[in-house]
């Protein structure tokens, strides 16, 4: 039997030990699935996404990634180990240019091969090739969007979890967005998403998990829920 791409077990986390926002989460992705988190402001999806990323302290349960306990991995290591986390805001270094964006991602990778990771993102996402020494932070925000899953994308993650990936982005450019995730997950990556955007997450995902409270209230098949 295949292992989960990524599962959680019994998860408590939040800020402060004694008000856990994540209350006892068990969750296992399927290797390849669309995962979309659903539910109300104040839910705990992003403190249950951070807390599996390792921004957000876990104060008891396990994370695992595949068959390996990442619970107490650092952050960075976490990144070593497959797992890339896309942050809702400040995502990308907005004062460096896009290949120095990219470069700094490249930094995980052994020296040998990173010009040719970088030439591969390139390819993928044209917009950041046309002018790669622009400043970041002068890009529109599915440009910023693209950048950001570029860095997390070079260091080739089976599992890929975006906070809030259309937050304060125009419906055209959530469409376009969305369609890059998909095909990012068509490649064989797991994605787990957060998204308050109801319809057009569930509008890609395989199946949908809603929060309530710190806990998980609901979870089946995508095109059901919507």
Request: net charge neutral; aromatic share 4%; charged share 20%.
């Amino acid at each position: 039997m295949t292992a989960p791409a990524l599962r959680t077990q019994a998860l408590v986390a939040g800020y402060e030990p004694d008000l856990p926002i994540v209350r006892g989460v068990d969750l296992s992705v399927a290797p390849g699935e669309l995962l979309v988190l659903l539910g109300p402001n104040g839910a705990g999806k992003s403190t249950f996404v951070k807390a599996i990323a390792g921004v957000v302290p876990v104060h008891s349960g396990s994370v695992f990634l595949g068959e390996s306990d990442i619970t107490r991995v650092t952050t960075h290591r976490k990144i070593g180990k497959g797992l890339a986390f896309v942050p809702q805001t400040e995502n990308i270094f907005a004062t460096l240019t896009i290949h120095e964006n990219l470069q700094l991602a490249a930094a995980a990778l052994p020296k040998p091969i990173r010009a040719e990771k970088i030439a591969a993102l390139y390819h993928r996402f044209p917009d950041l090739m046309t002018k790669p020494s622009r400043l970041a932070g002068a890009l529109s925000g599915g440009q910023r969007q693209m950048l950001a899953v570029a860095r997390a994308l070079i260091v080739d993650p089976p599992v890929l979890i975006l906070d809030e990936p259309s937050a304060g982005l125009s419906p055209k450019i959530v469409a376009e967005v969305f369609a890059m995730l998909q095909e990012i997950n068509s490649d064989g990556v797991t994605v787990i998403l957060v998204e308050q955007n109801v319809k057009a997450a569930l509008s890609i995902a395989n199946r949908a998990v809603i929060l309530v409270e710190g806990k998980i209230r609901h979870e089946g098949d995508a095109s059901t829920l919507l």
